[in-house]
């Protein structure tokens, strides 16, 4: 198993350009997330899909959008890049169902760097 | 609401010193607890989990216990090796489906 897969691994943009960052996983999981690593503030989440279907707000979600596009993937989307938005972004997964411990399985990363 | 707080580093040891990374939380209700490690470049991995009260998670020769009483899951190893110099992070999460929440972070650096 592949577990979560991330594309691309690293970005340069220039501001106000888009893109797409793409998340799947295959483990059939329910529950997938996006985080964004700063140094010196651990991970915060940007977006959430408790299942499939379903997106909701995380902590710092301005400035991106998200698209659950069937149970395995989990898009996340910068409309508009800006320098604030150069970071590390993590997407994870977890089993998501009632009873569950909700660990969670994290993707190598993606690299963004916004100039 | 939940948060985590965990020591800030630079942490750094020689070979086969005790390490300790100490973690306490707050939340409501009966978290699940976690330690997650970042090798350079790479995502996070989990290192251990406990799931309720006085639970030991262990993985590695890594050890941390749930204790309630003192709102803690402190990381220990005894003796730390050169390939643990890593970001170690603490995390907790409530219920299925919902984010975990992380501390900050505590870098590791292991020398020979």
């Known amino acids: 198993n592949a577990g979560v897969t991330q594309t691309p691994k690293f970005q340069v943009l220039k501001t106000g350009q888009s893109m797409t960052l793409q998340c799947a996983q295959d483990?059939?999981?329910?529950?997938m997330y996006w985080y964004r690593q700063d140094p010196g503030m651990g991970l915060r989440l940007i977006y959430y899909?408790?299942?499939?279907?379903?997106?909701d707000k995380g902590e710092v979600p301005n400035g991106y959008n998200v698209s659950r596009l069937n149970k395995r993937e989990f898009s996340l989307r910068l409309e508009s890049a800006a320098p604030s938005q150069t970071s590390v972004y993590f997407c994870a997964s977890s089993e998501g169902s009632s009873g569950s411990y909700n660990e969670q399985f994290f993707g190598p990363g993606t690299r963004l760097t916004v100039l | 609401g939940n948060s985590v707080t965990q020591m800030e580093g630079p942490v750094t040891l020689s070979e086969e010193a005790f390490l300790t990374i100490n973690c306490t939380y707050t939340?409501?209700?009966?978290?699940?607890l976690f330690w997650y490690v970042q090798y350079p470049g790479e995502g996070l991995q989990l290192l251990l989990k406990?799931?309720?009260?006085?639970d030991k998670g262990s993985n590695k020769g890594f050890e941390a216990t749930y204790r309630k009483e003192t709102t803690s899951f402190h990381l220990e190893k005894g003796s730390v090796q050169v390939s643990d110099s890593a970001v170690y992070f603490c995390a907790l999460s409530g219920q299925a489906g919902t984010a975990l929440i992380f501390g900050k972070g505590t870098t590791l650096s292991v020398s020979s």
């Open positions: 899909s408790a299942s499939e279907g379903t997106t």
């Open positions: 939340a409501t209700g009966y978290p699940s």
């Open positions: 406990a799931t309720k009260a006085d």
């Open positions: 483990m059939n999981h329910n529950s």
